[in-house]
């Protein structure tokens, strides 16, 4: 039974590439060097990372490196998101009990804060980052934390994690997120190997395969404020497209307590004038990050506070406030802009 979860950070946590993509090509240019393109950057790319600057940058000092790098990488966090699917295996593993650490080669000032800006430092008893080889780091971690490899997996991108799982005796899992493609993880025979994050609760026993068969209860709503402009969301959950807040209903509520808690959790905002809309059969959304079946009660509202601010979760990245004919032009996903032409419809806007 697996009862520890070994996290890498950069492509299976986060995705950083853009950034460390930035920092690497400043790098050479200090140095003189031609920059990289991003398919050229992640073939060439390897672990341990001196491996690859002996090539790139061939007689630089690790010192010199780790300057160069913290100088020329973007503002910590900015531009960093999550892997898709990532949010949900943490918040499972977690209520399921399982210990979960991060054990990667970004420098820890650099993944803390992501970690934390980002709404999932509080799930990791560990952040063992700034490793060279976790090959070798990986022994002492799991003595140091009492954790046994026939209970431990650990979860990476690259074919350096699934050596290091390996060298450990631990359960390896490849995930083709980040930085080396299927073809390339596949050479370091990992045990497990996934498109994404999004089954692996199921295949670790995290959570039973029943639940994804029921359809989910959900409800969200359309809000105005007082100059009746739309707040919309951007969500990674939608393919980074634009749409409403709102989420599930949980046992013992009613649909409109669920909203009034969903609405406060995910923007601070007070509501009044709550009106019920419409219902959609969302049967495998194309846009959602994971296969799934909603049904979506959707609600037009406005907001109780006369200049009400916005405050979002980790869940979503960007609100806007915007006119009607603004907003119709925005990427928005299919049921909000279902929602919204059925308010025009009727009126109601």
Known sequence: ????????????????????????????????????????????????????????????????????????????????????????????????????????????????????????????????????????????????????????????????????????????????????????????????????????????GLRSISRTEIPVSTVGALILNARAELLLIRTHKWSHRWGIPGGKIKRGETCEAALIREIDEETGLRLRDIQFVMVQDCIEPPEFQRSAHFLLLNYLARTADENPPVVLNEEAQAFQWLPLAEALKLDLNIPTRVLIDECVRRRLL
């Not at 039974?1 to 946590?13: E, P």
């Not at 491996?51 to 007689?59: A, C, I, K, T």
């Not at 650490?101 to 970004?106: E, N, P, T």
Request: aromatic share 6%.
């Open 1 to 204: 039974m697996i009862r520890n979860l070994l996290f890498d950070w950069s492509g299976t946590i986060a995705d950083d590439l853009p950034n460390v993509l930035q920092a690497v090509n400043g790098m050479l240019r200090a140095e003189g060097k031609t920059p990289l393109d991003r398919e050229t950057f992640r073939a060439r790319f390897r672990l341990p990372y001196t491996e690859f600057f002996d090539e790139m940058l061939p007689g630089t000092p690790l010192e010199r490196l780790h300057q160069l790098y913290l100088e020329h990488f973007p503002h910590v966090h900015e531009g960093v998101t999550l892997i898709p699917h990532a949010a949900e295996m943490l918040r499972e593993a977690a209520a399921a009990g399982i210990r979960l650490v991060v054990l990667s080669s970004a420098p820890e000032p650099h993944v803390v804060p992501q970690a934390i800006a980002l709404g999932v430092r509080d799930y990791f008893e560990v952040m063992r980052c700034g490793v060279i080889d976790k090959r070798l780091e990986i022994h002492a971690l799991l003595e140091s934390l009492d954790m046994r490899p026939e209970e431990t997996a650990f979860i990476g991108d690259m074919r350096h994690d699934i050596d290091a799982g390996k060298a450990a005796g631990v359960l390896t899992i490849a995930t083709c997120t980040g930085y080396e493609t299927a073809a390339q993880l596949m050479t370091s025979a990992p045990d497990l190997l996934v498109p994404d994050l999004s089954r692996l609760p199921v295949l670790l």
